[in-house]
């Protein structure tokens, strides 16, 4: 099977997974990203996120990672929900943690996906990576050709808008490279004009520090009151950015079932949210990625974005 071939066939088994794009990148070291992470972080504009400056070299090198590796086959899923939040006064959580948590789902379907992998073409060495290790997922996605960066920071996607997560192989196989695809933010600055913290400080450039997810999520102390009546009833993450893009006009439906959310978590009225107990929270949210932030914290975001 020559390399062409090679390649459609991996994301053809990509494809049968689940994913909705699948696209190839040359393993080897990010020079472009080297200069761009160092003064980010001299910036300190990861706050509290200190792991973000751990295993520097691992995070711009995927050959540090996976010693042997020829390619990162970089995929994306989509998790773009039918439904919205039923009471629009109630706190609000973002569209990606509606349902199962996507590190689970995501790192079971590249399992069997890297099986299936080995099954065809034998001996293949490589590592399944879903947003919890040093990789930098949007450099390698846009590399793979997925999407551009956008002005708001996340990858964009022409055909379908990016409510999507991101994941790769970083495998032994050779494999065709793609290429990365055109920048078509154009002149549009929706995303900075709509962010009610000032996070998206200039194009392409997000101070994490004051963005409402990190301060729903990430940050264990109290939220600043300089972001008082500025969370705009965000209580878990934030979909600001995503939802003035005009490009998610094209977004879709996801077919994932396990990213279907619960008729209770839709249904909740801002009361209910006020009024919730330890018990409602890990009956509502078992297996969800809002456990992340644990029910004191949430209790905390919710009690914050209704002061007066």
Same mark, same amino acid.
């Given at each position: ?9 991996? +994301? ?15 393993? &080897? ?28 070299? +691992? ?19 989509? %998790? ?18 509606? &349902? ?18 080995? #099954?065809?073409? #034998?001996?293949?060495? &490589? ?17 793979? #050709? ?19 997560? =991101?994941?790769? =192989? ?30 998206? %400080?200039?194009? %392409? ?104």
């Amino acid at each position: 099977m020559d390399l062409s071939a090679r390649s459609q066939r991996v +994301k053809e088994i990509a494809y049968s997974h689940g994913f909705f794009f699948c696209g190839i990148a040359k393993s &080897g070291f990010l020079a472009e990203e080297a200069p761009r992470l160092e003064s980010w972080l001299k910036e300190n504009r990861n706050g509290t996120m200190q792991w973000m400056e751990n295993h520097f070299d +691992k995070r711009l090198d995927t050959t540090e990672l996976v010693p042997s590796s020829k390619s990162v086959v970089s995929m994306a899923l989509n %998790y773009f929900p039918a439904e919205s939040q039923g009471d629009i006064d109630a706190p609000k959580v973002s569209k990606y943690a509606f &349902g199962r948590d996507y590190h689970k789902v995501i790192k079971k379907k590249l399992k069997s996906m890297l099986k299936q992998l080995q #099954g065809e073409f #034998g001996a293949i060495e &490589g590592r399944a990576f879903v947003d919890s290790a040093p990789v930098m997922d949007k450099a390698w996605a846009v590399k793979a #050709g997925i999407g551009w960066m956008g002005k708001n920071t996340n990858i964009i996607n022409k055909q379908n808008g990016s409510y999507f997560f =991101l994941c790769e =192989l970083i495998i032994d196989l050779e494999l065709k490279e793609d290429g990365a695809t055109k920048d078509y933010c154009g002149t549009c600055t929706r995303c900075l004009d709509a962010c009610p913290t000032g996070a998206l %400080y200039a194009p %392409y450039k997000l101070d994490a520090t004051k963005c409402i997810s990190y301060l729903t999520i990430e940050l264990k102390e109290k939220i600043p009151a300089e972001f008082q009546n500025k969370m705009e009833g965000w209580a878990y993450g934030c979909d600001i950015c995503q939802e003035v893009c005009p490009w998610n006009r094209l977004s879709k439906q996801h077919h994932i079932p396990e990213f279907d959310p619960k008729n209770q978590l839709l249904n909740m009225s801002s009361g209910e949210w006020e009024e919730m107990t330890h018990e409602i929270f890990d009956d509502l949210f078992q297996g969800s990625a809002v456990k992340r932030a644990g029910f004191e914290k949430l209790k905390q975001n919710i009690q914050f974005i209704k002061k007066a």
